[in-house]
């Protein structure tokens, strides 16, 4: 009887990661369907744009910190080579890049994971380094100003000449 106990534990805990792996993915589905708190699906994704850019950096690390703990807390115990936290998160980390690594989801809800953190990882990985949002449309609204003084500029030129050509013609 001492056998079967770890066997069957085994089978209530992969059972119970299916469940879970099932769930996540039926949130995921039903967020994309419905909206979030009653918001539509292009609300919810503009909201995620804004997170993600807000502070590029702080994004990073929390999709392979927080992605690191979630896929570890669903495959451990259930994957050989996700024996620690530390794994997981070279997991994620690589998962956002070139993907090397000899660690693979076993669980469904892993794999939901995994799906998504190779989805959009490589782009917030690739987005690290740029400015936080803020810096950037303070960078855009100075831009902004530079082309109005150019236009104003430009528009006193352009009065001038045309000032000196009608001058010119009624000077003839």
């Not at 850019?53 to 910190?65: E, G, S, Y």
């Not at 993907?99 to 990882?121: E, R």
């Given at each position: 009887?001492?056998?079967?106990?770890?066997?069957?534990?085994?089978?209530?805990?992969?059972?119970?990661?299916?469940?879970?792996?099932?769930?996540?993915?039926?949130?995921?589905?039903?967020?994309?369907?419905?909206?979030?708190?009653?918001?539509?699906?292009?609300?919810l994704?503009?909201?995620?744009?804004?997170?993600a850019?807000?502070?590029?950096?702080?994004?990073?690390?929390?999709?392979?910190?927080?992605?690191?703990?979630?896929?570890h807390?669903?495959?451990r115990?259930?994957?050989?080579?996700?024996?620690?936290?530390?794994?997981?998160?070279l997991?994620?980390?690589?998962?956002?890049?070139?993907?090397?690594?000899?660690?693979?989801?076993?669980?469904?809800?892993?794999?939901?994971?995994?799906?998504?953190?190779?989805?959009?990882?490589p782009?917030?990985?690739a987005?690290?380094?740029?400015?936080?949002?803020?810096?950037?449309?303070?960078?855009?609204?100075?831009?902004?100003?530079?082309?109005?003084?150019?236009?104003?500029?430009?528009?006193?030129?352009?009065?001038?000449?045309?000032?000196?050509?009608?001058?010119?013609?009624?000077?003839?």
């Open positions: 009887m001492a056998n079967i106990e770890p066997a069957l534990q085994s089978a209530a805990e992969q059972a119970e990661n299916d469940r879970l792996g099932r769930m996540l993915l039926g949130a995921i589905g039903a967020a994309i369907a419905t909206g979030i708190g009653g918001s539509d699906y292009g609300e994704k503009d909201r995620f744009r804004r997170a850019t807000k502070d590029p950096i702080d994004t990073l690390l929390a999709t392979v910190l927080g992605g690191g703990a979630l896929f807390l669903l495959e115990g259930k994957n050989p080579r996700c024996n620690t936290y530390w794994d997981s998160v997991y994620v980390a690589t998962s956002l890049s070139v993907g090397y690594d000899d660690v693979f989801p076993k669980t469904p809800a892993g794999n939901a994971v995994a799906a998504l953190v190779q989805s959009f990882g782009a917030l990985a987005g690290a380094l740029s400015p936080p949002a803020a810096d950037s449309a303070a960078a855009t609204q100075q831009s902004a100003e530079v082309q109005r003084q150019i236009l104003t500029q430009l528009e006193e030129i352009a009065t001038l000449l045309r000032a000196q050509a009608a001058a010119r013609d009624g000077s003839r």
